[in-house]
């Protein structure tokens, strides 16, 4: 009933940039926030950014200074500008949204499938 697809997502060298993107769409009452986690290959799910729909912003300290988190409620779209990128941030990052669908439901979480991105050294 919810579907979050991201984009933006490639291949780099060390030291570019890229900027993901995530739009959220289907049964929506409303978004509480949204934000970004990552997974490398045979590591744990970790925590990006995330940011509310307040605008108030939480960051990883290994990307703090060189990620900035964005959003576009209005749009239901989340947006996640990386700089200076490392080898290290190899990994495939997925778009969640805490989702209100119906009051009987109440607050849950979504996930997008993932987009790949690979920084080479």
């Known amino acids: 009933q919810v579907q979050l697809v991201e984009s933006g997502g490639g291949l780099v060298q060390a030291g570019g940039s890229l900027r993901l993107s995530c739009t959220a769409s289907g049964s929506i009452f409303s978004i509480n926030a949204m934000g970004w986690y990552r997974q490398a290959s045979g590591k744990q799910r970790e925590l990006v950014a995330t940011?509310?729909?307040?605008?108030?912003?939480n960051y990883a300290d290994s990307v703090k200074g060189r990620f900035a988190i964005s959003r576009d409620m209005a749009k239901n779209t989340v947006f996640l500008q990386m700089n200076s990128l490392k080898p290290e941030d190899t990994a495939v990052y997925y778009c969640?949204?805490?989702?209100?669908?119906?009051?009987?439901?109440?607050?849950?979480?979504?996930w997008g499938q993932g987009t790949q991105v690979t920084v080479s050294s």
């Open positions: 940011i509310t729909s307040g605008g108030y912003a």
């Open positions: 969640n949204a805490d989702v209100v669908r119906t009051y009987s439901e109440g607050l849950r979480g979504y």
